[in-house]
């Protein structure tokens, strides 16, 4: 796991993909795999799948526990709930929880208020235990999530305290045992 920083008994590389498990390690905190860089501007593709639980890759984020692997920041969600998969999460992020959920224009005002502007995407059952493929796209204050292709979230982010560059990490998260399995990672810096 060159250029990567996270909890070996956690993190793995089988055969090109990386793997993560919670199997036999009982979170009681989230934890990430992090790449070790900063973007602010960028596209990133990767495909991924999970079972057990949900996950997610966060971007423009922050440490919150170096040591624990732990971030804040915005997240697109591997989730099996439809209006989930895809979404945008602010992860321990001034408890702003769900900002945009599949199918969602949203538009965050400079109260920190989200408010649905427009629709994406029909939201349809997506199989997260299977691949599938993932695209951020961030310019400013305006972030793209993409599903196989298809734009999932589109949001323009006014909030006052608002992520404008940070770190990039995919998620194990506490509780159920879970897997997740990630390839084909591409990064563009625009």
Known sequence: LSGWKGDPKLWSVKDGIIYGTTIGNKLKANTFLVWDGEVDDFHLSFEAKCTGNNSGMMYRSQWLNEADHRLRGYQADIHPNPPYVAMLY?????????????????????DGKPKVVGKTCEVTPVKTDEWQTYEIICRGNHMIHKLNGEVAVDIIDNHPNKQLKGLIGMQLHAGPAMECWLRNVRLKEL
């Open 90 to 110: 602010a992860e321990q992020l001034d408890k702003r929880g769900i900002v945009a959920r599949r199918g969602q224009k949203v538009e965050v005002g400079t």
